[in-house]
């Protein structure tokens, strides 16, 4: 059986393939999978799901899920060290239009959790992890509210925008724009059952 490597090595990525070899895979080897993609495939990824599966706030927090429970997706980014992450988001109470959120993982000390609002975004289907705004209260589970535009936090989550598309029932692609300017980090999320 090919694994994602595999499929996203081809030229064009068949989407459907892709789509349907990770919604077949229990989460555990999901996570695995995703975990293996490099930098390089990320991107390819990104710019052929465009328009792919629509995303809503349902993906990230599905709807059985309580107001200010958080749902855990775990993530490979491109970056060559600390590309083991995680970002967790909730639904505010009485608010259905934007979610809540924070990155948890190894350097969330050093350089801050990098909480956010999610929002959509003006691209059709896509999602937006606004780190210009943070949530208005803390949540149960959530570290302390820090702004993103001071210290340490400023060089990584500073005027910056994720913008996140959807490939699979679990599995969304970011990149991230800074300063208005789309960089080369990329990154895969997927969500835990």
């Not at 000390?109 to 956010?116: D, E, K, Q, S």
């Not at 991230?176 to 789309?182: F, R, V």
Request: proline share 7%; hydrophobic share 35%.
């Amino acid at each position: 059986m090919p694994r994602l490597t595999d499929l996203l090595a081809s030229t064009p990525i068949d989407l459907n393939v892709v789509t349907e070899h990770l919604n077949a895979l229990d989460t555990e080897q999901r996570l695995e999978e995703v975990r293996q993609v490099p930098g390089s495939q990320q991107k390819r990824l990104f710019a052929a799901s465009k328009g792919w599966r629509a995303l809503d706030f349902d993906y990230y927090v599905p709807s059985d899920k309580p107001e200010r429970q958080f749902v855990r997706h775990l993530g490979k980014n491109s970056l060559p060290v600390f590309s083991h992450f995680e970002k967790r988001f909730a639904r505010p109470e009485n608010d259905s239009k934007v979610l809540w959120g924070f990155n948890h993982g190894p350097t969330m000390a050093l350089i801050g959790p990098g909480h956010f609002v999610m929002r959509e975004g003006p691209g059709e289907g896509e999602l937006h992890v606004d780190y210009y705004s943070i949530p208005s209260e803390r949540l149960d589970g959530a570290p302390p509210l820090k702004a993103n535009d001071k210290g340490i936090s400023n060089l990584v989550y500073g005027n910056m925008i994720d913008v996140l598309r959807g490939v699979s029932e679990h599995v969304s692609v970011g990149r991230a724009i800074k300063h208005g300017k789309e960089t080369p980090n990329y990154f895969l999320l997927c969500r835990e059952e």
